[in-house]
């Protein structure tokens, strides 16, 4: 009998599991569930304003993810990446056309990939119990505990910056890189105030810098996009898999 109560149906979806196994989150969370891409979805995807100030994944996201107890902005890139391949795979297939350089002649070449083949990064690292992780830096021997930032945490601090130059004019250096050491590491050699490890990163060795952004590249939870694939010439190309605007919009 109708009783005037609208009926929800969930629309046609799947569960994938989280590449990060939901070490990093509070609720532990490791998998997910995300719905079909759909032809209506197009129209995000084709959308001018979204296109031009960069929205058309946050949109996406927001609406693919079904469940309630995590938004994209929450996912760390590794976790949102696997979203976002999946949703190519079963919208438009699993075969993504990429165009390389032949590393010895330098002409162009087209190579398919196969995205349901992309293994998950194996040097994941273990957290804490507060979602932290140790390094000890290299020149300095100092022990810092780090976190990875979400996506809503670096979208944040880029904006800050991005403003602050703005106001500053024409001459205004972006501290960006800097910004992101303050927001990662939580604590240097068991100090964790703000002031103290703001300071230590302004006058932290280049090497020290570098070596720790390698780590946190190196040990991301995330789909490995390594290929190494053999050129016309013979020569193999091997990098990271290029991401284009053809990804999730191969009609382009």
Same mark, same amino acid.
């Given at each position: 009998?109708?009783n005037?109560?609208?009926?929800?149906?969930?629309?046609?979806?799947d569960?994938?599991?989280?590449?990060?196994?939901?070490?990093f989150?509070?609720?532990?969370?490791?998998t997910i569930?995300?719905?079909?891409?759909?032809?209506?979805?197009?129209?995000?995807?084709?959308?001018?304003n979204?296109?031009?100030?960069?929205? #058309?994944?946050?949109?996406? *996201?927001?609406?693919?993810?079904? &469940? !309630?107890?995590? %938004?994209?902005? +929450?996912?760390?890139?590794?976790?949102?990446?696997?979203?976002?391949?999946?949703?190519?795979?079963?919208?438009?297939?699993?075969?993504?056309?990429?165009e390389?350089?032949?590393?010895?002649?330098g002409?162009?070449?087209?190579?398919?990939?196969?995205?349901s083949q992309?293994?998950?990064?194996?040097?994941?690292?273990?957290?804490?119990?507060?979602?932290?992780?140790s390094?000890?830096?290299?020149?300095?021997?100092?022990? #810092?505990?780090?976190?990875? *930032?979400?996506?809503?945490?670096? &979208? !944040?601090?880029? %904006?800050e910056? +991005?403003?602050?130059?703005?106001?500053?004019?024409?001459?205004?250096?972006?501290q960006?890189?800097?910004?992101?050491?303050?927001?990662?590491?939580?604590?240097?050699?068991?100090?964790?105030?703000?002031?103290?490890?703001?300071?230590?990163?302004?006058?932290?060795?280049?090497?020290?810098?570098?070596?720790?952004?390698?780590?946190?590249?190196?040990?991301?939870?995330?789909?490995?996009l390594?290929?190494?694939?053999?050129?016309?010439?013979?020569?193999?190309?091997?990098?990271?898999?290029?991401?284009?605007?053809k990804?999730?919009?191969?009609?382009?």
């Open positions: 009998m109708d005037g109560q609208q009926v929800y149906f969930e629309p046609a979806h569960v994938i599991s989280l590449p990060s196994g939901g070490k989150y509070k609720n532990k969370k490791d569930k995300v719905a079909y891409m759909t032809a209506s979805d197009e129209n995000i995807l084709t959308s001018p979204l296109l031009q100030n960069g929205k #058309v994944l946050d949109v996406l *996201l927001e609406k693919k993810i079904l &469940d !309630k107890d995590i %938004k994209a902005g +929450q996912l760390l890139p590794g976790d949102r990446n696997a979203i976002i391949f999946f949703l190519r795979a079963t919208g438009y297939g699993e075969i993504y056309p990429v390389l350089t032949d590393p010895k002649t002409e162009k070449f087209t190579e398919d990939i196969d995205i992309l293994p998950m990064k194996e040097n994941v690292l273990q957290p804490d119990e507060n979602g932290e992780c390094f000890t830096l290299p020149k300095c021997k100092k022990t #810092v505990k780090f976190k990875y *930032l979400t996506s809503d945490e670096d &979208d !944040k601090l880029v %904006k910056d +991005q403003s602050r130059t703005k106001k500053m004019g024409s001459n205004a250096i972006s960006v890189m800097t910004l992101r050491l303050q927001t990662q590491i939580t604590e240097i050699d068991g100090i964790r105030e703000k002031v103290a490890i703001a300071q230590f990163i302004d006058t932290m060795s280049p090497m020290d810098s570098a070596e720790f952004r390698k780590h946190l590249s190196d040990n991301e939870p995330g789909l490995d390594t290929i190494n694939i053999q050129a016309p010439s013979g020569e193999f190309f091997f990098g990271e898999l290029p991401i284009t605007a990804f999730l919009w191969p009609y382009v």
